[in-house]
């Protein structure tokens, strides 16, 4: 009889056990409980929490910016991981640690930066002024905030996969008349778009659910520049905790749908294609 195997991790039983348990005490009571606070509310009284002008106002703004930022990000992080794999410059270490910035740094922190940046009286708000455009205090400003939080969750998905792509796979597409935009289409974006994908899923995510680095750049004016995690905190300051709840679920169901939509997508494209 062939000997067992050692591990270090205890076998399947127990580890599962503490998985679940782990998943469920840190994911689903807390979600859970965000229902069951909820369900105390009639249908009216849910309709009317949730789904308010200004709230409504504040979905718009939050989901709007969230995949606007999302899709910036989504180019942009390519763009700066492609930058950063492929080419040796100098200070290339240091645009890497820059790029893990956003992570590192206090979410506040980056709110009034951000402020201090582009705030009419800041270099950058004074100079974009001069040519009519304003950020801070707008719903552009909210966008700006939320790219800024974004970007490194799309380049950290996306440089490993490139890090990984074999340079001799574009040489050979080339040598077989292939232009760069053809290389790029139909050799590198096809290993990179799963990577891609989930960046954007995250970089989505990150940026809805933001909220220290945006009210201090979005001016919180009610029906423009109000997000909806501030509709939540406010209504957590007037002890409305069942108003709170209803507008979370929303923001929870819709974000829940949405990722699944991608992720739904992104498995259909693997078994449609055969790639990873």
Same mark, same amino acid.
């Given at each position: 009889?062939?000997?067992?195997?050692?591990?270090?991790?205890?076998?399947?039983?127990?580890?599962l056990g503490v998985?679940?348990?782990?998943?469920?005490?840190?994911?689903?009571?807390? @979600? @859970?409980?965000?229902?069951?606070?909820?369900?105390?509310?009639?249908?009216?009284?849910?309709?009317?929490?949730? !789904?308010?002008?200004?709230?409504?106002?504040?979905? +718009?703004?939050? !989901?709007?910016?969230?995949?606007?930022?999302?899709?910036?990000?989504?180019?942009?992080?390519?763009?700066?991981?492609?930058?950063?794999?492929?080419?040796?410059?100098?200070?290339? +270490?240091?645009?890497?640690?820059?790029?893990?910035?956003?992570?590192?740094?206090?979410?506040?922190?980056?709110?009034?930066?951000?402020?201090?940046?582009?705030?009419?009286?800041?270099?950058?708000?004074?100079?974009?002024?001069?040519?009519?455009?304003?950020?801070?205090?707008?719903?552009?400003?909210?966008v700006v905030a939320?790219?800024?939080?974004?970007?490194? !969750?799309?380049?950290?998905?996306?440089?490993?996969?490139?890090?990984?792509?074999?340079?001799?796979?574009?040489?050979?597409? #080339?040598?077989?008349?292939?232009?760069?935009?053809?290389?790029?289409?139909?050799?590198?974006?096809?290993?990179?778009?799963?990577?891609?994908?989930?960046?954007?899923?995250?970089?989505?995510?990150?940026?809805l659910g933001e909220?220290?680095?945006?009210?201090?750049?979005?001016?919180?004016?009610?029906?423009?520049?109000?997000?909806?995690?501030?509709?939540?905190?406010?209504?957590?300051?007037?002890?409305?905790?069942?108003?709170? #709840?209803?507008?979370?679920?929303?923001?929870?169901?819709?974000?829940?749908?949405?990722?699944?939509?991608?992720?739904?997508?992104?498995?259909?494209?693997?078994?449609?294609?055969?790639?990873?």
């Amino acid at each position: 009889m062939a000997a067992a195997k050692s591990r270090v991790i205890p076998g399947f039983a127990p580890t599962l056990g503490v998985t679940l348990f782990a998943v469920s005490l840190i994911v689903l009571v807390p @979600i @859970i409980a965000l229902f069951v606070r909820a369900a105390g509310l009639s249908p009216a009284q849910f309709a009317a929490e949730a !789904f308010s002008p200004r709230v409504w106002a504040a979905y +718009r703004l939050s !989901f709007g910016g969230a995949l606007a930022a999302a899709c910036f990000n989504a180019v942009a992080g390519l763009v700066v991981a492609w930058v950063l794999v492929r080419y040796d410059f100098p200070l290339r +270490r240091l645009l890497d640690a820059l790029v893990d910035l956003p992570f590192a740094l206090p979410t506040a922190v980056a709110g009034v930066a951000l402020t201090a940046l582009y705030a009419p009286t800041g270099p950058l708000g004074g100079l974009l002024l001069s040519v009519g455009i304003k950020i801070a205090f707008t719903p552009a400003g909210v966008v700006v905030a939320m790219i800024f939080i974004g970007l490194p !969750f799309v380049v950290r998905t996306v440089q490993p996969v490139l890090q990984d792509l074999a340079v001799e796979h574009e040489e050979a597409a #080339a040598s077989l008349g292939a232009n760069r935009l053809q290389v790029f289409r139909l050799v590198i974006l096809p290993a990179i778009l799963p990577a891609l994908v989930t960046g954007f899923a995250l970089a989505f995510s990150r940026g809805l659910g933001e909220y220290g680095s945006v009210i201090f750049i979005a001016g919180n004016m009610p029906g423009l520049t109000e997000i909806a995690p501030l509709m939540i905190v406010t209504k957590l300051e007037q002890y409305d905790y069942a108003g709170a #709840a209803a507008i979370a679920t929303v923001m929870l169901l819709t974000a829940f749908v949405l990722l699944l939509v991608i992720n739904g997508a992104q498995k259909w494209r693997q078994l449609r294609f055969g790639r990873a």
